[in-house]
C-alpha cells in the first residue's frame, strides 16, 4: 500500500513539474513550441507581428521558416504565408511587398465574395498554377471562376491580352448552341489549342447557322485532312515562317516552322544529287489563308494548314511533273525528312505533306500516300 502511495505521489510531481514548467516557458517564452524559433525570430515577431498574429503563430505552431521571408515586408500577413508560398518568382510584380499586396487583395476579394477558406484555398492554387495571377487583378470584375480551367488554357497558348474578356464572350454563347454544357466546355478547351479566341468566336457563330458542318478540333495535327464538310474558319497556324532562302514561286510563301525546317533539310539533300543547279525542285504555294483560298476557284483548303506544299520542277508545268526528275527522287526519298505524297491520284501528285519523320516511314515502308494511309487506318 505505501509502493502504491509512492508511485502516486511521484506521478503527480513529475505531472506538477511538466505543468510548472509549460507555465514558466509559456509566461517567460511564449513562443517555445513554434518551430525554428530563435531570439533573434522573438525580436523580429515581437516587432512585427500584431497580437492576434501573436496568437495565431502560437496556436497553430507555424515554423518560422515558412514566413520568415516576408516578417518585415509592410503588407505581410501572416495569415496569407500560405498563399506567398504559392508564388515561386515575384521578380515580375516588380517587389515582394507588391507581391504579398497582390495575394492579400486576391484573398480579401475571395474571402468578401463569401467563398469558405477551402475553396479559396483551391481558387487561388488555380490562378497561380495557371500563371494568370496578375491578370486576374487586372480582370477582376469580370473574372469567372466556372471559366478557370478555359482561362488558363487560353493564357497557355495566346499572347492575346484582352484574353479573359474574349473567353467570357465565347463562353456566353453556350445558351445559343446546342451542345450540353460539358460538351461546350470540353470542345472550347481543345479548340484553344490550335485557335485563336477570335477564331473560335468566329466557328461558334458559323456552327449555330451550319449545324452540318464539322469543326475540326486540331488542325495542327499532322494527319489532319480537310474534307466537304470540315470548318477550321480563318485558322492560322499559330509557328508559321517565311521559307526563306528556298527556291519558291512567290517570296513571301509561308510554312509551320517544322515543316520549314525539315523542308529545307530536304532541299539540301536534293541540291546534292543534281548536277550544276540542273532540275531545280521549286515550291509553287505553301500556307495560304482562308481569305487567299477564297478567291481561289480550283482551291486545296489543306494549303491552310500550313505543311501542306505544292512542288515543281523548273521549265516543267503540274500536266507533266511525272516527267521529273523532282518527282523521282521525292518519291525515293522525301519520307526520311517527314514529307509524304497527299493524293493518290496522279493528277495531284506534286501535293506533299509533312507528317513528321516516323510517319512518313510507316507510310513509305507500305508505298502508301497519306490518302492511302488514312483509308486503311478508318
Avoid at 44 to 60: A, G, M, P
Avoid at 70 to 91: G, K
Avoid at 106 to 117: A, D, F, P, R, S
Avoid at 166 to 192: A, H, P, R, W
Wanted: proline share 2%.
Amino acid at each position: 500500500m505505501i509502493k502504491i502511495k509512492r508511485s502516486h505521489l511521484y506521478i503527480f510531481m513529475v505531472v506538477l513539474f511538466a505543468a510548472t514548467f509549460a507555465g514558466l516557458n509559456l509566461k517567460y517564452d511564449r513562443y517555445y513550441r513554434v518551430p525554428g524559433i530563435t531570439n533573434e525570430y522573438r525580436s523580429l515577431i515581437d516587432e512585427y507581428l500584431s497580437s492576434d498574429e501573436k496568437k495565431l503563430l502560437i496556436k497553430n505552431c507555424i515554423p518560422v521558416n515558412s514566413f520568415a521571408a516576408y516578417l518585415q515586408q509592410p503588407h505581410f500577413r501572416l495569415a496569407n504565408y500560405e498563399y506567398y508560398n504559392q508564388i515561386t518568382d515575384y521578380s515580375s510584380y516588380g517587389s515582394m511587398d507588391r507581391m504579398l499586396c497582390v495575394v492579400n487583395e486576391i484573398v480579401e476579394t475571395l474571402g468578401n465574395q463569401k467563398y469558405e477558406q477551402e475553396e479559396i484555398q483551391q481558387i487561388f492554387s488555380s490562378i497561380t498554377s495557371g500563371d494568370i495571377l496578375e491578370d486576374y487583378i487586372q480582370n477582376e470584375g469580370i473574372f469567372n471562376y466556372n471559366y478557370m480551367d478555359i482561362y488558363i488554357e487560353a493564357r497557355k497558348y495566346t499572347d492575346d491580352e484582352d484574353y479573359i474578356n474574349k473567353v467570357n464572350t465565347i463562353m456566353s454563347y453556350y445558351d445559343e448552341t446546342y451542345f450540353k454544357q460539358e460538351e461546350y466546355y470540353s470542345l472550347i478547351t481543345e479548340l484553344i489549342e490550335d485557335y485563336s479566341l477570335d477564331d473560335i468566336e468566329e466557328i461558334i457563330l458559323y456552327k449555330e447557322n451550319h449545324p452540318d458542318c464539322n469543326i475540326v478540333l486540331h488542325p495542327a495535327d499532322y494527319l489532319t485532312v480537310l474534307n466537304e464538310n470540315d470548318y477550321i474558319g480563318n485558322y492560322e497556324p499559330r509557328n508559321l515562317v517565311i521559307t526563306e532562302d528556298m527556291p519558291r514561286l512567290v517570296y513571301f510563301t509561308y510554312l509551320t516552322q517544322e515543316a520549314y525546317d525539315n523542308y529545307v533539310e530536304m532541299y539540301n539533300a536534293y541540291l546534292d544529287c543534281t548536277v550544276d543547279g540542273n532540275n531545280q525542285m521549286i515550291i509553287v504555294c505553301g500556307y495560304q489563308s482562308a481569305e487567299d483560298l477564297s478567291l481561289i476557284e480550283d482551291k486545296d483548303c489543306e494549303m491552310q494548314l500550313g505543311n501542306t506544299i505544292h512542288i515543281k520542277e523548273y521549265g516543267y508545268t503540274d500536266e507533266r511533273f511525272n516527267e521529273t526528275f523532282v518527282r523521282e527522287w521525292l518519291k525515293a526519298n522525301a519520307y526520311q525528312y517527314g514529307y509524304v505524297q497527299r493524293y493518290s491520284s496522279e493528277d495531284k501528285e506534286y501535293i506533299y505533306r509533312y507528317v513528321g519523320k516516323e510517319l512518313a516511314m510507316e507510310m513509305h515502308n507500305q508505298s502508301l500516300t497519306l490518302e492511302d494511309y488514312l483509308n486503311q487506318i478508318s
